[in-house]
Each structure stands twice: as C-alpha cells, then as structure tokens.
C-alpha cells in the first residue's frame, strides 16, 4: 500500500503561484508515475498534469494549464511538485496526487490516491 500525502495548497490571488508537494511517507516515488488531478465543487474530477517514471520523466498536462504548470520530480527529497503560476480563479479546486507503475505519463488508471490539498484563488 502506497500512501500519498499532497501539501502546499493555500489561499492566493489571481497571478500569483503556488508549488504543491506529493510525497509517499518517506517511501521513493522513482518507480511510479505521478499524476495531479483536481475537483471543484460540482464538478467532476480533471487531469492536470503527469510525470512518468524516474527513467521517462516524460510529462503531460491539460491544455488550460499548460505554459502556466509544471510538474517535477526530486528524487533526493522523493517528492513530485506541481509549481503553479498566474493562477486563475478556475484553477480554484481541491488537488490530488496520484501513483501508479506506468512507465509514461498517464491520464487515466491510477492506483494509489492522496486526500488532496486546497487551492483557492481568489481576490
């Protein structure tokens, strides 16, 4: 069982950043791909963006995000960041990390899921 813990969630205005963190409790996440997602209240869930394995490290994002997120590994600190800029009041959402053993990038079947992290932006 892989537990995935998200942080870095928050308040802030419209153009500013925040970096989220995706961590496995000390365990390395190398050997998965790691995908973010988020909900909005009354929405359904969304992929934002994706990472493949340490030996891929090939990525993936929404077409709204893209140019404004980024998605990396530190395998050192064994944590995924979504770095997060300009943001926009529809970036306001509850976000997931989530893992599975793809080699690639992935949108879709993952096994393993945080208890997300608040981002709301707001003025």
């Known amino acids: 069982q892989l537990y995935l813990v998200e942080s870095g969630g928050g308040l802030v205005q419209p153009g500013g950043s925040l970096r989220l963190s995706c961590a496995a409790s000390?365990?390395?996440?190398?050997?998965?791909?790691i995908g973010w997602f988020r909900q909005a209240p009354g929405k359904e869930r969304q992929f934002v963006a994706a990472?493949?394995?340490?030996?891929?490290?090939?990525?993936d994002y929404v077409e709204s995000v893209t140019g404004r997120f980024t998605i990396s590994r530190d395998s050192a600190a064994k944590t995924i960041y979504l770095t997060m800029n300009n943001l926009k009041s529809s970036d306001t959402a509850t976000y997931y990390c989530?893992?599975?053993?793809?080699?690639?990038?992935?949108?879709?079947?993952?096994?393993?899921w945080g208890q997300g992290t608040q981002v709301t932006v707001s003025s």
């Open positions: 990472i493949g394995w340490i030996y891929n490290n090939a990525t």
């Open positions: 000390g365990f390395s996440l190398d050997h998965h791909a």
């Open positions: 989530a893992a599975n053993f793809a080699v690639g990038p992935s949108r879709t079947k993952y096994d393993w």
